[in-house]
């Protein structure tokens, strides 16, 4: 089965939660917002029916691979390298997704979703360690520096997604540079000159728990793949 390419509201409507698909959008004018709440997906909400022991299980799974972004063959493929791993499977399944680069970049806010973060490293935009890298799964460790290109520094969208992220907070094991992070998050007008500067974040130690961008019922999926 090739990746989902439909309307991500789609998503969050089927999983009865709000997974974070579609960048600012979801922080201004998320429809799961309304005060109508999360109707399933279809033109008038189809009634849903009574979810099985399995079912919670499964929508937990694909829950994470939604957020995530990845096919079945790829997710099972972090499970397997989790379970082989020291400590719980899954925290360490949930912890090797958020060291993903494509999560980091967005997470330093140099992208307002995982799929734009994805395109970015992709297309060669990203640097670690000032090394150009341009596969999306690649795994960061601590000390490494991220960056973005001096071609898209000055990047409206861009840089209104580093000063939403900074003014949200950004994540106490990751560290966006202050040259950037003070500028542009007090700056009232945007884009912001930063031709001097140098566009980038650092891994400062491992992501805790409580910080994962995963908000899912780890134990379910172990579960699942268990059976």
């Known amino acids: 089965m090739g990746r989902y390419i439909g309307p991500v509201c789609k998503l969050c409507r089927r999983e009865g939660d709000k997974l974070f698909l579609k960048g600012e959008r979801c922080y201004n004018k998320c429809p799961v917002d ?6 399933p997906p279809g033109q008038h909400g189809k009634k849903r029916m009574k979810t099985t022991e399995y079912g919670k299980r499964l929508r937990e799974k694909q829950k994470t691979k939604r957020i995530a972004g990845l096919l079945e063959r790829q997710f099972y493929g972090y499970f397997d390298k989790a379970r082989h791993l020291p400590g719980q499977t899954g925290e360490n399944l ?25 395109q970015l490293v992709s297309h060669g935009h990203i640097l670690v360690n000032g090394k150009r890298v341009n596969v999306p799964s690649f795994l960061v460790k601590v000390g490494d520096t991220i960056s973005l290109s001096d071609k898209l520094k000055g990047n409206l969208r861009l840089q209104r997604s580093i000063a939403n992220q900074v003014r949200r ?8 540079d ?12 945007l884009p912001v000159d930063l031709k ?10 491992e992501p805790p728990r409580d910080e994962f961008s995963y908000k899912v019922n780890d134990q379910y999926i172990v579960e699942l793949y268990s059976k």
């Not at 907070?169 to 966006?176: A, M, N, R, V």
């Not at 001097?196 to 130690?205: A, M, P, Y």
């Open 178 to 189: 202050e040259s950037v992070a003070g500028p542009l998050g007090r700056a009232k007008d």
């Open 34 to 39: 309304k005060p109508t709440g999360i109707l």
């Open 169 to 176: 907070s950004i994540p106490t094991w990751l560290e966006l």
């Open 196 to 205: 001097e500067t140098k566009v980038q974040g650092r891994i400062r130690l």
């Open 94 to 118: 949930l912890r090797l997704l958020e060291i993903r680069l494509d999560n980091v970049v967005r997470r330093l806010g140099f992208a307002p979703s995982m799929s734009l973060a994805r």
